[in-house]
């Protein structure tokens, strides 16, 4: 694959590079609507589209008049999703974007004879632009149609272009359904790049198989990259490593947004219909130093919609959206901020605004008060406290993470484990394999073993509280009533009674050594200590410490007395060399 600026091909035409609203590196947010397809395609000699056309023909074409309404910057829609019926006939129709925007339009394959005809048929209208390959080939073309207003290289005005990208490399599979069937462009194409203007590149699905090092470090910094898939498997080894490629490097002015078909794809090949049994994968990644990870702000996005995670080995944050079938509207900070006042600065990262869904009966993308994460299904895994759970998660769905990784002792070497970037769920490794405990859509074994392990060790602990000889007399008032409740002023306790008195409870089950059991009551313990604002509220803290495990089928406390004691002061850290261990 060849990178070729953008500049180079209009200027052929009689044109110039557009000024994109998103890709000026400026104070000022940008708008981004992108859908996220229901999953039913047909594939055949002639390529990938919707099975249903008359389903397909409403919901893109009502998306184009959105897209237009909305005014948005960017607007995307994945691979092989676009109907060329559907965007031919808004541009006959004026449904086009206004100046300094742009759209991004997978769309449905093509033969190179059949968008010869639409060239001719829309000369008159607008400049269709694509590298030239063999229009008398049978094969199809996987095509990604870029939309926008290009301005006259000679005089003013502006002229809409429709400038066409090629997949270059074919996806994989048994019956070699693109490598036979598929004709391979060259060409990739960079908006901007020049001039403190920002860089917008684009790969379609499995460009990512021929994606190499050297054109990773041309086109990482200070870039979007948008990667438009039909894709089976989007964590695929090969698909990370496409995203490490362009994410390894230092600095921080580099954004990746993949936008793959809705979960549950099936694929309709003649007579025989098959279930992907897919993941969405659809997810923003940034590497942001503003990013902005306040609980207000991701539990907006993530009652819309939008879910946090961080992608550790690449140190990157990577918000994943709702699987299911939907139309987003985002509103995000540039990817690079230049000759903007530090105060101003504030890179805080996309803002999830409004999620619709598809009203058969009116025939429109509807708004959504909430999108389902998927929660309620599992909660009741956590017993009898699944109503205190689900009312917390609800309200503050990271708060209940938390509390539900504190009850379990799985918290991180530092007293910062509360931290979205520290917190075990939130956490993926390059699997990126999604174990957060209030998004359940990924149906990987071991994110669903997690979710369960974690949730029915906080209904034992529970139980266990509900039990009066189990408590000790620290936690007295507990038989009089409790609930989990977690506050940033006080991280390390995830229980108060009915009395208003806090306390850190926790239950390790059988699965921790009494090895383990000491150290985490330890950890706890100094975070605790080095939370207190004095000796005395440390030790009264401490004294509220429960750890309880299994041991040959038996509930036991661990050293409950050890803060009680009357050698014990408080005013030494648990790891003290000096201290008795």
């Known amino acids: 694959m060849e990178i070729k600026q953008v500049a180079e091909v209009l200027i052929l035409e009689g044109l110039k590079e557009p000024t994109l609203n998103a890709l000026v590196p400026n104070v000022d947010n940008y708008t981004v609507l992108l859908m996220q397809p229901q999953g039913r395609i047909e594939a055949s000699t002639i390529g990938v589209r919707n099975q249903d056309r008359n389903l397909a023909l409403k919901q893109y074409g009502r998306f184009l008049t959105d897209a237009q309404q909305t005014n948005a910057d960017l607007v995307i829609t994945p691979e092989y999703s676009m109907p060329w019926e559907t965007l031919v006939t808004a541009i006959r129709e004026g449904t086009v974007p206004e100046k300094g925007k742009i759209w991004a339009l997978g769309c449905e394959s093509i033969r190179v004879s059949d968008l010869d005809n639409y060239k001719r048929s829309l000369s008159s209208m607008v400049s269709v632009i694509y590298e030239q ?84 470090a041309l086109i990482y910094d200070r870039a979007l990259i948008l990667h438009l898939q039909l894709n089976p498997s989007p964590r695929h080894e090969e698909f990370h490593e496409c995203r490490t490629k362009l994410l390894r ?196 074994e071991r994110a669903h073993d997690f979710r369960i392990a974690r949730l029915k060790r906080c209904g034992r602990l529970w139980d266990i509280l509900k039990t009066d000889d189990q408590l000790p007399p620290a936690l007295e008032d507990f038989k009089d009533g409790f609930y989990f409740e977690w506050s940033p002023n006080s991280p390390h306790q995830n229980a108060i009674s009915t009395s208003g008195k806090r306390a850190t409870v926790i239950y390790m089950g059988e699965e921790s050594s009494i090895e383990q059991v000491e150290a985490t009551a330890k950890k706890v313990a100094e975070y605790i200590h080095r939370a207190s604002s004095d000796i005395n509220q440390s030790l009264s803290a401490k004294q509220r410490l429960a750890v309880w495990f299994r041991e040959n089928n038996e509930i036991i406390l661990y050293d409950y007395l050890r803060y009680v004691r009357i050698d014990q002061t408080g005013d030494t850290s648990e790891f003290d060399i000096g201290r008795e261990t």
Not at 144 to 163: Q, R
Not at 269 to 278: D, F, H, P, V
């Open 133 to 216: 390959l063999d229009s008398e080939s049978s094969r199809f073309v996987s095509p990604l149609a870029y939309v926008f207003n290009a301005p006259l290289a000679e005089g003013s005005g502006v002229k809409t272009t429709l400038l066409i990208q090629f997949k270059t490399y074919p996806m994989g599979d048994s019956d070699h359904f693109e490598v036979s069937g598929m004709q391979r462009g060259t060409q990739i194409y960079q908006f901007g790049g020049n001039n403190q203007s920002l860089r917008l590149v684009s790969l379609i699905c499995s460009d990512a198989f021929a994606f190499e090092d050297s054109q990773a």
């Open 249 to 444: 490097y230092s600095g921080d002015a580099t954004e990746v947004l993949c936008l793959n078909w809705a979960r549950d794809v099936f694929e309709c090949c003649g007579t025989q219909t098959k279930s992907w049994n897919n993941i969405a994968g659809t997810a923003w990644y940034l590497k942001s130093h503003d990013f902005d990870k306040r609980d207000t702000t991701l539990c907006n996005n993530h009652q819309k919609g939008l879910y946090y995670t961080w992608l550790a080995p690449l140190r990157t944050h990577a918000l994943f959206f709702n699987f299911e079938a939907a139309t987003y509207l985002l509103e995000a900070t540039k990817v690079y901020h230049y000759a903007v006042s530090a105060p101003t600065s504030r890179r805080r990262g996309p803002q999830l605004k409004k999620i619709c869904t598809w009203n058969q009966e009116n025939e429109t993308w509807n708004e959504q008060a909430a999108a389902d994460d998927g929660f309620s299904v599992v909660v009741s895994e956590s017993g009898y406290a699944k109503d205190n759970i689900k009312r917390i998660a609800d309200s503050n769905p990271l708060e209940a993470e938390r509390i539900l990784a504190l009850c379990a002792g799985e918290i991180a070497n530092t007293d910062e484990w509360h931290t979205v970037n520290e917190l075990d769920s939130c956490i993926i490794d390059a699997s990126e394999v999604i174990c957060r405990l209030t998004f359940c859509q990924d149906t990987d």
